[in-house]
């Protein structure tokens, strides 16, 4: 096989990877016809990360975060988009090796954001369940239901502990955001479904290894999120850390077991690197490090944008957060600098506008803290609402996801507790002879 790219005089700008960093550069470098873009992805789709969570509460269904790259660029005849995996960069000859075959480039940008880091804990990344990806996102849903099944039936009450019970690792916005949007299916939604089963008895955990929840945000909205999820139920152990889980039993560094069949990991990430790219450019968390131009260190038609790239400004001395507004502005910003390199133009350097963070609790619960003002409860999760509708990619996604909110809100409900599993396809089976057919 072969990428099969059309042959041009342009200016070939190959960009690994389609989220937030990758597909913003995309779309702008689109709107030129003196460059050609080449998109290369794993997936055919770009994923909407920050609510990755709502399809694993069975909140939202996977294809409403989801975007077809190729629906994007219909009309960007410069625009190709190739599905396929990088397997090692030439940085000497400009060729990146992929699945489908060899890519020369002019310049190159790496957007190939950041995983799940277990830390090297080896029974963590075989048992535990990460949550960055909409597959990933799909399987705990699929988990999380099969469990209340599954526990209709068990013959122990320890059996039945296990499934129902749910430690989420991690006190960021992911973290609190799921442990907020189970403790309410807890509440008003799990025991209509399961009548059966006494929820009294089932326990959602979130442990954080840092002394408060959403550490990275104000006092103001760490203390109130705190307040929300203790008001919800959820069992905060702050100050405690996970380090170990077999399938049936998390252990805490305080020597705690708790049993649980489900720990949901969310807890840390670390860049995806490739191969090729010198070992001495990558950084804390395996990021690249890269300029103020996003030039990688020692390579300069080599881009990096996003949760791997490690940029450093005196408010960041370790780098940008690893969130979608670091990764848009350095993408929209890399456009700008590609087209004054091909100009002889001098680059502008990179600053990062924090526009503020914000993170979703429960149903009217929010804590919001922008640059000028820091609120909290029902404007704050009209706000979160608001923002994440806006910064979806296709109306009609839009308009499904604020659908469901609103059906969600008027009902106490969702309709979308369904157990999709892929079918595991056997090898076909010679078909039996019949004795006449031998007669």
Not at 182 to 187: G, H, Q, S, T, V
Not at 188 to 197: F, S
Not at 231 to 240: A, H, I, M, S, Y
Not at 391 to 410: A, D, E, H, P, T
Request: glycine share 8%.
């Amino acid at each position: 096989m072969t990428p099969n790219l059309p042959k041009t005089e342009l200016k070939r700008v190959v960009i690994i990877g389609a989220g937030f960093g990758g597909l913003t550069l995309a779309r702008k470098l689109s709107q030129r016809s003196d460059l050609q873009v080449v998109l290369i992805d794993k997936n055919n789709y770009h994923q909407f990360q920050p609510l990755f969570y709502q399809v694993a509460m069975a909140g939202l269904e996977p294809s409403s975060i989801s975007f077809p790259l190729r629906k994007v660029f219909q009309s960007k005849k410069n625009v190709h988009i190739r599905v396929t995996e990088v397997v090692n960069i030439d940085t000497t000859a400009n060729v990146i090796e992929t699945k489908l075959g060899p890519v020369e480039y002019d310049y190159l940008v790496l957007a190939t954001g950041a995983d799940t880091n277990f830390f090297g804990m080896k029974n963590m990344m075989e048992n535990a369940l990460p949550m960055k990806s909409v597959s990933e996102a799909l399987a705990i849903r699929n988990r999380m239901l099969q469990n209340f099944e599954d526990a209709l039936s068990v013959e122990t009450v320890e059996e039945r502990h296990g499934l129902m019970n749910v430690v989420i690792v991690g006190g960021g916005p992911t973290g609190v955001e799921v442990a907020g949007t189970l403790a309410e299916m807890k509440r008003h939604i799990l025991p209509k479904d399961y009548p059966e089963l006494n929820f009294d008895s089932m326990q959602i955990y979130l442990y954080e290894s840092s002394p408060e929840v959403l550490e990275v945000m104000s006092d103001q909205s760490s203390k109130k999120a705190k307040q929300y999820l203790t008001d919800l139920g959820v069992n905060l152990r702050l100050g405690v850390r996970i380090i170990d889980f077999d399938g049936k039993y998390a252990t805490t560094n305080t020597g705690d077991r708790i049993r649980t069949n489900n720990l949901i990991w969310a807890a840390g990430v670390k860049a995806n690197g490739l191969e090729g790219i010198p070992a001495e450019v990558y950084g804390r968390g395996g990021r690249i490090k890269v300029n103020r131009f996003n030039q990688v260190e020692g390579l300069p038609n080599v881009f990096a944008v996003g949760d791997v790239a490690l940029m450093t400004e005196e408010k960041f001395p370790n780098g940008h957060p690893q969130l979608a507004q670091p990764a848009m502005q350095q993408g929209e910003l890399l456009a700008k600098n590609l087209v004054r390199i091909i100009k002889g133009e001098e680059l502008r350097p990179f600053v990062y506008k924090d526009l503020g963070s914000m993170a979703t609790v429960g149903r009217n619960l929010a804590v919001v803290d922008l640059p000028f003002w820091k609120f909290q409860g029902f404007f704050a999760w009209m706000t979160w609402m608001f923002v994440h509708l806006i910064s979806i990619v296709g109306v009609k996604n839009r308009l499904l996801i604020f659908i469901n909110w609103l059906w969600n809100y008027i009902t106490y409900d969702q309709s979308l507790r369904l157990i999709i599993k892929p079918k595991i396809l056997k090898e076909k089976e010679p078909t039996p002879v019949l004795e006449k057919e031998i007669a």
